[in-house]
């Protein structure tokens, strides 16, 4: 509260008469976000986080949002005018906002922010991110199952660490049951541009795909696969059970409303701190969404007992023997990655064919 | 029964009234739709035209980051009239926009660590010549080979966009950025950079450029024999030819003054606000300058003012998102209505209105 001092009360003033709500003094959470917030995955999935403290706090708190904001210059700005505006925790939900996240920071120490997917922090900057990868191993192992033409098509967001180990999460794991299995990958350079990742998952099927996988937040993949027909999906970030059983079959869904709650209580509390957090499906930070009857009851267990595994530690999605694209060793037998590689994972593992874009 | 008349000339009165009657139509209709999402829609119009220039709160950044805002947007819009008042259409201003950035930050890149007062210099024309460069691949398509200068510039842009994407991957990815995308940090470079001239104004080297852009734009349609040419070329092209105007010379003059500027543009916005070339580091600057250069009636003061109100619907759409919770898409709605009405309203400069029936001949 002492960042209210600061600005004064003019600020104080000028804000109430703008919102109109001047009643107590509540705990001003801020989001931004990259994609608009009914974009049914990333966004929307924050979103339901957003929403979720509200609830959970009622009117202590008082959240504010600002959706489709660029990565770069702009995001800069959305940010400080929100911490102007008298915010008090402010979450930046993608990659591309980490140098605009440090830099606003730095001008608002009493501002807490905390940066999804990044990896720079501050006194005052944490971040967050999911083990989305643990989500890759359970759709590889369906997908390996269930490919016919041995094709698996992936539709990649960006090159970054975080896409890189879903792809070769998804790729290992297939692989395990289903030797022949080959992926395509195709590198949509956006998270959220429905006509783009159509047009991606329509070149995937083209070319004989039956199984397609996506990094990207939109519902488009989904319904050029319910168009094509044969083609098997699984809901990005959010369930997109509407296109259930067929063609989605299951689904990795973010939860980041247990997060966004405690952080907000700890900004309440006085006790937040500057972390790092990368929780998987053991925190549940990352769920399966339901595995819908299009799959076989036996490949449906296979795929519940390595969500299990992942769950309670007694497997890492990342185990040797393991090499690297080029046929060098990565791990060893029964070997598990750590997590620094993981976090800069910039490579392939052996097998995937076609390059990481350079 | 209303009909139009066409007006020997266009009213001069109607071609400087037309863009405050788009604005002030602009806020009635969006005023309209922000009461259909159920908010108050003085309190919108209010968030975004007042409260980034005179609200206590925010005013103090906001005025500066109209500058920002609005910098590259009359800096490419400049460019682009010349063209426009000429009939030469230059859609690709944001590939050129993204070729002077890739260039001038490409010169900045390859000296560091050094430190030398020459760096940002050459940057700036490297920024100038590659945006030039860009702009005279349809500039000499259309001189040489008459293909569609509008069709070659866009397809360009994504061209240029992939390139982006390329050099953020590669050639100039960060090498100490632990394998993610991005460049090094320009910001971070002080011999690269292009910072605030005075704290807290938002001035910057792109500023000053848009500035003097815009008075030699000036003085060059106005008194210089080649603003001349331009002009009669885009009112008569037989006239223009009769008076010994070379077209050739024309299109390369325009399409590589509007490329070099938008060069410019991403060069210092590569070197200053964004800092860093990253896979999406355009954001449209270069198409929404053609709105910008249109409301601004292709004159150079009325393309700042144009630029200005552009840049405040920006900065002042943002406040809105999240004081108001309007949608993102909203601002963006209210935005396309302001360049609907302007064409719209563009009928009463080249028409009379008359009321009554038409009489018998």
């Known amino acids: ?355 990481i874009p350079q | 029964m209303l009909r139009l008349e066409k007006r020997p000339t266009p009213s001069k009165t109607w071609s400087y009234a037309t863009p405050v009657l788009a604005v002030v139509l602009t806020m009635i209709a969006g005023g309209i739709l922000f009461a259909m999402l159920g908010k108050d829609p003085f309190l919108a119009i209010k968030t975004i035209f007042w409260d980034p220039l005179f609200n206590e709160q925010f005013a103090s950044y906001s005025r500066p980051q109209l500058l920002v805002k609005s910098g590259p947007l009359i800096l490419i819009a400049i460019g682009l009239s010349l063209g426009f008042r000429a009939g030469i259409w230059n859609i690709g201003a944001e590939g050129q926009y993204i070729i002077g950035a890739i260039c001038g930050a490409a010169v900045g890149l390859a000296f560091y660590p050094m430190d030398a007062w020459f760096i940002f210099p050459l940057m700036v024309i490297a920024g100038a010549l590659g945006g030039l460069l860009w702009a005279m691949i349809p500039a000499l398509l259309k001189t040489h080979f008459r293909t569609n200068e509008i069709l070659v510039s866009l397809l360009l842009v994504y061209v240029a966009e992939q390139l982006l994407a390329s050099m953020a991957l590669g050639a100039l990815r960060n090498p100490e950025g632990g394998g993610f995308p991005g460049s090094r940090n320009l910001k971070q470079y002080e011999a690269a950079s292009n910072p605030e001239l005075i704290a807290n104004s938002g001035m910057h080297w792109g500023i000053v450029a848009a500035f003097i852009a815009v008075i030699a734009t000036y003085i060059l349609l106005n008194r210089h024999i080649l603003g001349f040419q331009i002009r009669l070329t885009g009112e008569s092209p037989r006239a223009a030819r009769f008076a010994g105007v070379n077209p050739t010379a024309l299109i390369l003059i325009c399409m590589g003054t509007s490329g070099a500027l938008a ?54 759409g943002d406040l809105a998102q999240f004081m108001l919770g309007l949608p993102a898409s909203a601002i963006q709605a209210f935005q396309g209505m302001l360049l609907f009405f302007l064409l719209g309203v563009d009928v009463l400069t080249n028409f009379r209105i008359r009321f009554g029936k038409v009489e018998a001949a």
Do not use: C
């Open chain 1, 1 to 355: 509260m002492k960042r209210r001092m600061l600005l004064g009360a003019a600020a104080a003033l000028g804000l109430a008469a703008a919102t109109g709500a001047y009643a107590a003094d509540p705990t001003k959470v801020g989001f931004i976000y990259v994609g608009p917030v009914g974009d049914g995955g990333w966004t929307y999935e924050h979103n339901q986080g957003r929403l979720a403290v509200e609830e959970a706090f009622g009117d202590a708190v008082e959240t504010v949002y600002q959706e489709n904001v660029p990565e770069g210059a702009d995001a800069e700005r959305a940010m400080t005018q929100m911490a102007l505006s008298g915010v008090d925790l402010i979450f930046t939900t993608s990659f591309g906002y980490m140098d605009p996240t440090i830099a606003v920071a730095e001008k608002f120490p009493n501002v807490k922010f905390e940066h999804a997917t990044g990896y720079k922090r501050a006194d005052n900057v944490s971040t967050y991110s999911a083990r989305f990868y643990e989500g890759r191993a359970v759709q590889g192992t369906i997908a390996g199952h269930m490919t016919k033409s041995n094709k698996i098509g992936y539709i990649a967001s960006f090159p970054i660490p975080e896409v890189i180990r879903g792809i070769n999460s998804a790729y290992i794991h297939a692989k395990k049951v289903n030797p022949d299995v080959e992926m395509s990958v195709i590198w949509a350079y956006t998270w959220f541009d429905p006509a783009k990742e159509a047009d991606a998952a329509t070149a995937l099927i083209e070319q004989g795909a039956d199984v397609i996988l996506q990094h990207t937040d939109s519902t488009a993949p989904q319904a050029a696969a319910e168009k094509a027909g044969g083609v098997i999906t699984f809901g990005q970030a959010s369930d997109m059970g509407e296109f259930a059983p067929l063609p989605r079959v299951s689904s990795i869904i973010d939860d980041w409303a247990p997060y966004y709650i405690a952080r907000t209580k700890a900004v309440m509390d006085g006790t937040w701190e500057s972390t790092d957090t990368w929780d998987g499906i053991g925190a549940g930070m990352v769920g399966i969404g339901e595995i819908s009857d299009a799959v076989p009851a036996e490949v449906k267990a296979e795929a519940l007992a390595m969500k299990d595994a992942l769950a309670d530690g007694s497997y890492h999605a990342f185990t040797g023997p393991l090499n690297k694209q080029d046929g060098s060793a990565w791990l060893a037998e029964g070997e598990v990655a750590d997590d620094g590689t993981l976090a800069g994972m910039n490579f392939y593992v052996e097998g995937i064919t076609g390059d």
């Open chain 2, 263 to 316: 060069g410019l543009a991403g060069l210092f916005e590569v070197s200053g606000p964004a800092g860093q070339i990253s896979i999406d580091f355009n954001q449209g600057y270069g198409f929404t300058a053609i709105i910008v250069a249109f409301l601004g009636r292709l004159n150079p003061i009325g393309i700042l003012l144009a630029g200005l109100l552009m840049g405040l619907t920006y900065i002042g």
